[in-house]
């Protein structure tokens, strides 16, 4: 299939990497610029090669070229939309030629030729022509072909200007993907070294808890390593849209937690919230006496208004652990649409570290922005109620519907201890929150506090004036 | 291949590893020196200058993705892959990759997972790789030193050199790792009490490949911070690390 291309090409050469005590040239990479572009067209000229600027030939040993690597395609399946997933592939394919170098993609190439190619004869039209052949076996929806190498310093330049076009188009779309568009989610278990039952599920609207890693990056990293700690999660059957309930997701999420959780909402931090792993980037958890949920990231050294650092509340809920009324979560997941929507999304925020809030002040709605209290405004809850009511934060609306003033509610010091004995445990109640700590305001110079308190009530309302 | 060259810090792994570097580009094999100890001083006994280090990578790839730098269609091995290769110090004899400054807080077990796969990638294209680890027993216990084919244990006279070097040897034992062989080096040894530290070498249990004496043109380096590589070729240093490379190969 590759009698005319002078190297060897096969899968076997992928990863080769040709030292610069080897190489002959280098095109594009952190010393020059260039790029690769995939393009659906109507009509493509099929075979068609052409090489725009120095051939291989043409240069000296050791220099350094600019590079764009033009591929269009024609086909009555192709679409647009897959422009992206099939250009992906020319870093291997590239790869599967012997002494041809490609790393990363994009405008972020960086290719090298080794003095052994060029040697044999090897020149960019056999770059060319291996590339036709590759995507046409790897993509039988090709139904035509060309391919044009530019190492023309105006013309590559050109070229990577238009090409920056197609990749912010691209990733406006990629932006879009949503849970929904998709069939496969990723789990991720990476971490059950020291969180033996947390199974992070990366979905396109929720990243990972570290933050580290995305869906694309689930997916690439699958495939490099199928028996590696990312697996594929196929989306099954949908249970709770808006919370984030997935048949499939469940089974796995038991499976690979030793079946210590059988149900996990993607999107809420109530009734069965993500498990947390110790290295979440942030943790959302619910403030019982509003009514709303506070975030505290990894960087904040302060108090929160809970009255414990994040330090202490990453304590409470890390280790694998599901813990009703928080959950750990990326920075990322704060820029999602569907960040904890069965909750409210911002809605329900009512506390934020200053300086999250001020990174996601894109994301955080308009009308919301100056209604979310940070440590600046409200270290404690006193305060913090005080701002939401002078904001008018969306919150007040829940709380009104609220039944009864805690304030007012019959405390009497010392024979207290009675009523705490009481037995609830008789009641078919649902759990409402958890929290490792929550002060309650009350009126009389007492304070309670409620120590690993879990609160169940009999009926929640929520009221919507 | 890959050798490895452990020991208590301050017994003389970077000087052996930059002579066994020195001695390996002789071959005219592709070689990668990875300096994997964070208080690197490799660069500088082999005299190259190193921009930025696998930890700078690691930590800007954490900003990047923590203030949503990363454009959402590129993945992140690919970036990874790429600026590890950028940092790889390129000379015409070896490359040089340092690994830099450890992990600051927060989670690193993806960016970890994804350097390891893309080290151990990058490895594969070397016929030599030759790794100056981090000094004690850290590297053996984290197993970040599997694949090693020849692991040299570096010890002075001290008795804390010697004790290190025990511990590596047994530990090398309980976590079942396979190293094809594992070495002792003695370095700094005066020759008057050669027999007496060899006598307490063997107590270790490791088999003795070579033994370096001291020397004042190396020290003169050390405190001028002279490249060690520029020591001349008729340095009895310099033979003795060339005599124990010959072993290793099998010569």
């Known amino acids: 299939m590759f009698e005319d291309i002078p190297v060897d090409v096969s899968p076997m ?21 260039g790029a690769e572009l995939v393009q659906v067209e109507e009509t493509v000229e099929d075979g068609k090669v052409e090489v725009i600027g120095p051939e291989l030939q ?10 764009g690597i033009k591929i269009e395609i024609q086909g009555e399946a192709l679409e647009k939309e897959l422009e992206g997933v099939i250009e992906r592939r020319t870093h291997e394919l590239c790869n599967y030629i012997k002494g041809f170098m490609h790393l990363n993609q994009r405008d972020q190439i960086w290719c090298r030729v080794s003095k052994e190619a060029l040697e044999a004869g090897f020149k960019l039209e056999d770059l060319a022509k291996a590339l036709l052949i590759l995507f046409k076996e790897e993509y039988p929806i090709i139904e035509s072909i060309a391919i044009t190498i530019m190492t023309d310093e105006d013309e590559v330049q050109r070229f990577v200007e238009k090409a920056r076009l197609q990749y912010e188009q691209r990733d406006a779309r990629a932006r879009e993907l949503s849970d929904e568009d998709v069939d496969v989610f990723y789990g991720c278990v990476m971490c059950q070294s020291f969180a033996p039952t947390h199974v992070c599920v990366v979905t396109p609207d929720r990243t990972a808890l570290c933050g580290a890693i995305n869906w694309f990056d689930c997916r690439a990293a699958a495939k490099m390593d199928p028996d590696g700690p990312i697996f594929e999660i196929e989306k099954g059957e949908v249970l709770d849209e808006v919370k984030g309930e997935y048949s499939t997701v469940n089974e796995v999420v038991s499976q690979r937690s030793q079946g210590t959780f059988d149900t996990v909402y993607l999107h809420s931090v109530f009734g069965h919230p993500h498990t947390s792993c110790g290295c979440f980037e942030a943790v959302a958890f619910y403030i019982p006496e509003l009514d709303g949920i506070g975030i505290v990231d990894r960087d904040f050294r302060g108090e929160t208004p809970l ?8 304590g409470q809920c890390s280790g694998g652990k599901q813990v009703e009324g928080f959950t750990g979560l990326s920075l990322e997941y704060m820029r999602s649409p569907k960040f904890l929507q069965a909750d409210g999304g911002y809605e329900r925020i009512i506390w934020l570290p200053k300086e999250i809030k001020e990174s996601l002040s894109e994301y955080i709605p308009g009308d919301l922005k100056d209604k979310i209290p940070t440590e600046e405004e ?30 007012e509610a019959p405390v009497q010091e010392e024979e207290s201890v009675e009523y705490a004995e009481m037995d609830m445990e008789a009641m078919p109640v649902a759990p409402v929150a958890y929290a490792p700590e929550f002060t309650m305001p009350a009126s009389g110079g007492v304070k309670i506090i409620f120590k690993n308190a879990k609160i169940y009530a009999e009926k929640v309302i929520i009221k919507k004036n | 291949m890959i050798i490895a060259i452990s020991g208590k810090g301050g017994v003389g792994k970077t000087l052996i590893s930059s002579l066994l570097i020195k001695e390996l580009s002789e071959t005219g094999k592709d070689i990668l020196a990875i300096d994997a100890d964070p208080d690197s001083n490799l660069p500088e006994a082999l005299g190259v200058d190193v921009d930025r280090t696998v930890g700078d990578i690691r930590e800007e790839l954490k900003n990047d993705t923590a203030q949503g730098k990363i454009p959402t269609g590129m993945n992140k091995w690919d970036i990874l892959d790429y600026k590890i290769m950028e940092s790889i110090v390129e000379t015409p004899e070896y490359d040089l990759l340092v690994m830099g400054r450890p992990e600051g807080s ?6 970890n997972n994804m350097l390891r796969r893309i080290i151990e990638n990058l490895s594969e294209n070397y016929d030599f790789i030759i790794i100056d680890t981090e000094a004690g027993l850290e590297h053996l216990s984290r197993r970040t030193t599997q694949n090693v084919d020849v692991m040299l244990v570096v010890t002075d006279n001290s008795r804390r050199g010697m004790l290190t070097a025990h511990r590596i040897g047994d530990l090398a034992g309980e976590l079942e790792i396979k190293f094809q062989d594992l070495y002792l080096v003695l ?3 005066r020759p008057e009490v050669e027999e007496e530290i060899v006598k307490k070498a063997q107590e270790t249990g490791l088999e003795i490949l070579g033994i370096v004496h001291e020397d004042d043109k190396v020290t003169e380096y050390d405190l001028e911070g002279k490249p060690l590589v520029e020591l001349p070729d008729d340095s009895k240093t310099l033979m003795a690390v060339s005599g124990i490379l010959s072993r290793i190969l099998r010569e």
């Open chain 1, 307 to 314: 009255g414990i650092p994040f330090s202490a509340m990453a």
């Open chain 1, 13 to 33: 050469y992928e990863g080769e990497r040709i030292r610069s005590a080897n190489m002959f040239v280098e095109l594009a990479g952190p010393k020059s610029w």
């Open chain 2, 187 to 189: 370095n700094r040894v």
């Open chain 1, 58 to 67: 043409d240069m000296g040993e050791g220099d350094i070229h600019p590079l």
């Open chain 1, 378 to 407: 409200s270290a404690n809850i006193k305060d913090m109620r005080a701002f939401l009511e002078e904001k008018g934060h969306p919150i007040l609306d829940r709380l009104e519907g609220t039944p009864g003033e805690v304030e």
């Open chain 2, 106 to 111: 927060g989670c690193y077990c993806a960016v």
